[in-house]
């Protein structure tokens, strides 16, 4: 089924003043995910950005890929708290409720047995005790519930059996470990956004 989300054009994301109801806002929502942070300060630091490539003369070579890519170092140059908030604002894995249609079908919600989705809510709580402020974010890409649930264990190192999510001890948001992951799910974040652009009908490499 085609999708009734669109983008809007790249001509009028550059052209984007810095605010909510502007173009540029609404393809960060779109690409990235709604969420309090990306209009409060992604989208700023966006269009900063956006704009030191419209001045040094390159807004002719943008396509939507490069954008994606423009937004993603932003969010990787943040501090640990601002990552935070901004990864803990996507859905977690498993939620079948208030999800925008883009992650509904990226998580495949309707083909997942309840106890797969019981265990990720298990999963979801032990990760973020682990890393908190976090949400585990994965690039799905076509995977089952199923499939990303075995990742998670693994990435928690755990097995299928009971998990007391109460004796997981957190990592320090300044230590190496949590940084790394953070990092690492703000470049899944980029993998997910590129991704939606062919779920949209939109060819990232398509210039204004």
């Given amino acids: 089924m085609a999708s009734t989300v669109s983008l809007p054009t790249l001509s009028d994301v550059i052209a984007s003043e810095p605010d909510p109801s502007s173009a540029a806002a609404r393809a960060l929502a779109i690409l990235f995910e709604s969420s309090p942070i990306?209009?409060?300060?992604?989208?700023?630091?966006?269009?900063?950005?956006?704009?030191s490539h419209t001045q040094d003369?390159?807004?002719s070579r943008l396509t939507y890929n490069a954008l994606i890519d423009i937004a993603v170092?932003?969010?990787?140059?943040?501090?640990?708290?601002?990552?935070?908030?901004?990864?803990?604002g996507h859905p977690r894995i498993g939620e079948v409720g208030g999800l925008s249609a883009l992650s509904a079908r990226e998580q495949a919600a309707r083909a997942t047995p309840p106890k797969v989705l019981a265990r990720l809510g298990v999963l979801n709580a032990a990760y973020e005790a682990r890393y908190?402020?976090?949400?585990?974010?994965?690039?799905?890409?076509?995977?089952?519930?199923?499939?990303?649930?075995?990742?998670?264990?693994?990435?928690?190192?755990?097995?299928?059996g009971d998990i007391d999510v109460v004796a997981v001890e957190p990592l320090s948001a300044e230590g190496t470990e949590w940084r790394a992951e953070a990092l690492r799910a703000i470049a899944d974040v980029g993998k997910i956004a590129k991704s939606r652009l062919?779920?949209?009908?939109?060819d990232g490499g398509a210039l204004p």
């Fill in 38 to 51: 990306l209009y409060s300060d992604l989208l700023p630091a966006f269009i900063t950005a956006l704009r």
């Fill in 57 to 59: 003369g390159t807004s």
């Fill in 73 to 88: 170092d932003v969010l990787l140059a943040w501090p640990p708290a601002h990552q935070a908030l901004f990864v803990g």
């Fill in 132 to 160: 908190p402020g976090l949400r585990y974010i994965t690039f799905v890409n076509g995977r089952s519930r199923t499939e990303i649930m075995v990742e998670m264990q693994e990435k928690l190192g755990v097995g299928d």
């Fill in 198 to 202: 062919g779920s949209l009908g939109v």
